[in-house]
C-alpha cells in the first residue's frame, strides 16, 4: 500500500529534504525534514507535516501558530530525494520570525540584508515563548 514511500531515496538517517513552495505564486517558503511517517501523514491528512531533528518528534506545521500548510500537491525529483510540497500557508506567515518565507535574506554587498518585513511578532504568534512550530 505505502510502495511508493520505497521509491524515496532517504538519506543515511532516513530523512528527506522537503521544500514547502506556495501553490499559486510559486514563492519557497521554507525547507524542513521528513522522514516516511511524516510523508505518509502529509499525503493522508493533506497538510503538512514534518520531522523536527531537534526535538526526535513529529511536527504538525501550524500546530501551535495556527499557521497550517494545506497541501494542494506532492512532488518528487529526478534522483527521488528532494520533495516538494505545494502548499496553501494559512494565515501568509511560514517562518517562525513572521514573515511570509523563511528566505527574508538577500546577499549584497558582502552581507545578507533582510528584505521581507515581519508581518506578526514571532512574541503574539507564540505563546509559550519557544521560536519553531
Same mark, same amino acid.
Given at each position: 500500500?505505502?510502495?511508493?514511500?520505497?521509491?524515496?531515496?532517504?538519506?543515511?538517517?532516513?530523512?528527506?529534504?522537503?521544500?514547502?513552495?506556495?501553490?499559486?505564486?510559486?514563492?519557497?517558503?521554507?525547507?524542513?525534514?521528513?522522514?516516511?511517517?511524516?510523508?505518509?501523514?502529509?499525503?493522508?491528512?493533506?497538510?503538512?507535516?514534518?520531522?523536527?531533528?531537534?526535538?526526535?518528534?513529529?511536527?504538525?506545521?501550524?500546530? *501551535?501558530?495556527?499557521?497550517?500548510?494545506?497541501? &494542494?500537491?506532492? %512532488?518528487?525529483? /529526478?534522483?527521488?530525494? +528532494?520533495?516538494?510540497?505545494?502548499? *496553501?500557508?494559512?494565515?501568509?506567515?511560514?517562518? &517562525?520570525?513572521? %514573515?511570509?518565507? /523563511?528566505?527574508?535574506? +538577500?546577499?549584497?554587498?558582502?552581507?545578507?540584508?533582510?528584505?521581507?518585513?515581519?508581518?506578526?511578532?514571532?512574541?503574539?504568534?507564540?505563546?509559550?515563548?519557544?521560536?519553531?512550530?
Amino acid at each position: 500500500m505505502n510502495d511508493w514511500l520505497d521509491e524515496i531515496n532517504w538519506n543515511s538517517d532516513g530523512l528527506v529534504p522537503a521544500i514547502a513552495q506556495d501553490h499559486q505564486t510559486g514563492r519557497v517558503l521554507m525547507m524542513a525534514w521528513m522522514n516516511r511517517e511524516a510523508l505518509a501523514l502529509t499525503a493522508s491528512e493533506q497538510r503538512a507535516i514534518y520531522w523536527s531533528r531537534s526535538r526526535g518528534k513529529l511536527w504538525r506545521k501550524g500546530e *501551535e501558530s495556527g499557521h497550517v500548510q494545506k497541501l &494542494h500537491e506532492l %512532488r518528487l525529483d /529526478c534522483d527521488a530525494d +528532494v520533495i516538494i510540497l505545494k502548499v *496553501e500557508q494559512l494565515g501568509g506567515i511560514a517562518c &517562525h520570525t513572521g %514573515r511570509e518565507s /523563511c528566505f527574508y535574506r +538577500v546577499f549584497e554587498k558582502g552581507t545578507w540584508k533582510s528584505v521581507d518585513a515581519v508581518l506578526k511578532d514571532p512574541h503574539a504568534i507564540y505563546a509559550t515563548g519557544h521560536s519553531h512550530d
